[in-house]
């Protein structure tokens, strides 16, 4: 069986506690599993207007620009 997550450890509960342990940040995700030609952030910020048309341009695209480093987090409503 391939392993689908080669990536992954096994990590110890002494680990954690040390500061032996590396998460990763929604922007390191984000340009990891991207894979097409278009810009990520203009891939992003294209899909997103698709799914939300009430949002403005400049609104949505300052959010991925703030994903993309690391500035705020996916899932709240920004006022």
Do not use: C
């Not at 992003?44 to 300052?62: C, Q």
């Amino acid at each position: 069986m391939v392993d689908k997550y080669p990536e992954k450890a096994d990590v110890s509960i002494d680990d954690f506690l040390n500061g032996n342990v590396t998460f990763w940040r929604f922007s390191r995700l984000l340009h990891q599993i991207y894979q097409g030609e278009e810009p990520l952030a203009r891939r992003l910020t294209r899909k997103l207007m698709e799914y939300n048309r009430d949002e403005s341009r400049e609104r949505t695209a300052r959010k991925v620009r703030n994903w993309m480093h690391d500035r705020n987090e996916t899932g709240r409503s920004q006022s």
